[in-house]
């Protein structure tokens, strides 16, 4: 197939001010797959090859804008005219190029950018606050008792936000199990879900009882691995994302597959994997099939969209997309232009999927 590159003269505004991002021209690329119109970005004419932490997509009435969070700080892509802006530490008040983590205040549309050294806040077109509170892996927002609340996920555990002062929650003055907080998410009820590498937490509304969540865990026991079971049906004490659906439901990605809490009830969903088996210290790999068609287990993100019943999983080998609880398909460098299977960030509305990789990011019209 013949590929007809369009490329356009990239103009860069350098303005070191906090509110102004370097403004790069994204061009589309033209080479477009049989039914499918898709697309990579492009920064300073080159396509963009760097990880990408998280996606947001934000629509207004007269706008509609994909926030990325990067290691290299954050790119704001203008779906509509195909420009986008970079802000970094340089020519904003980021206070540090990698960013993990972005969110949107739907009351005003205020978006939280959190990442090294803490958060950032961008209103009206500027960065314009800022809160040094440590690095910051994960936001979410909410309201609780009347009240606006934000939750910021970082290395000292959960930290708490209502207008005053940070407060902190630790292994000391709450049920956390690991200090190093990865995900976050509200809940119905005014509860938040809190993700850590060794298991899941549900925060209740008077935020003083905890809730704790295990998966399964190994250890040797008379020259053999031992499962042993945890409290719930996770497939993986490693909680990498969560997101909640309109229904009270949560969907949790870890790095042995998907799973889901839903109306009090455990659903685990794997791929096929190899498991790491000893009998008296003699190491041999065994394969397990697993028991849906997701396609890798080692999933970064969960995005669901609401207005078409589907989740769109992030995985270590593609994006897989379960609709209506039982239909599967799966987006990946066979089937699409995809940079790398290796998936670490997803999002999508009724038109697009938006897969942000290791390698870039893919736009693809569905």
Known sequence: MKIIYCMTLLILLVILTNGCGEKVTEVKDKQVEKEHNQYHLIVNNKVFIDKINDLLLIKTKDSQKLWIATEKGVLIHDILTKETSRFTSTNSILPDNKVYSIRVDKDNNDVWVAGVDGLVVYRDGKFRQKFTIGDVYSIALLKSLGRKEIWAGT???????TGGSWKTYNKNNSGLMDLKVVTLSPGKADHVWVGTVRGLHKIMSNRAQWERYTGPTTEYQGGSLAVIPGNSGLPSNQINSLTSDESGNLWIATNRGLGLYRNGQWSSYTADHKVLKMNFGKKTRETVLGNSDLCGNWIDDVFWLESQKTLYIATNNGVSIFTDFEKWNTLNTSNSKLPSNKVTAISA????????????LLIYEK
């Open 155 to 161: 290395h000292e555990g959960v930290k708490q936000f």
């Open 349 to 360: 509305d009724d038109k697009n999927i938006y897969a942000g990789t290791d390698s870039g």
